[in-house]
């Protein structure tokens, strides 16, 4: 079972910037590929960006694509989120995801929410005009 613990969200202005992070307790988080979801309340689960676990390869959401970066450090099992120029329309909660199970190719990138298996509890992040 992988534990994963988001760190990092807050209330910020729009324009701002914040890095979220997602710690995994797992040693083989290396093998997994990785993503990151946001949801406001009434509204469903939003794929924001997705990394191989590789990190060869990513994925972004059209809503968020050339101001938000996905990165990971397989050493640190440690998932990441870096989001520039933030808008109110950013305002969630946001939640990190691993997909476990079998041996993915290098550049596989999973962008349903369906397609993981493990989540963390999320972090909110707050944009005001």
């Known amino acids: 079972q992988v534990q994963l613990v988001e760190s990092g969200g807050g209330l910020v202005q729009a324009g701002d910037s914040l890095r979220l992070s997602c710690a995994a307790s797992?040693?083989?988080?290396?093998?997994?590929?990785m993503g990151w979801f946001r949801q406001t309340p009434g509204k469903e689960r939003e794929f924001v960006a997705a990394i191989s676990w590789s990190g060869a390869r990513t994925a972004y959401a059209d809503s968020v694509k050339g101001r938000f970066t996905i990165s990971r450090d397989n050493a640190k099992t440690t998932l990441y989120l870096q989001m520039n120029s933030l808008k109110t329309e950013d305002t969630a909660v946001y939640h990190c995801?691993?997909?476990?199970?079998?041996?993915?190719?290098?550049?596989?990138?999973?962008?349903?929410?369906?397609?993981?298996?493990?989540w963390g509890q999320g972090t909110q992040v707050t944009v005001s005009s």
């Open positions: 995801a691993a997909k476990n199970g079998r041996i993915y190719a290098s550049a596989y990138v999973a962008t349903g929410g369906g397609e993981y298996d493990y």
């Open positions: 797992e040693g083989t988080f290396s093998r997994y590929p």
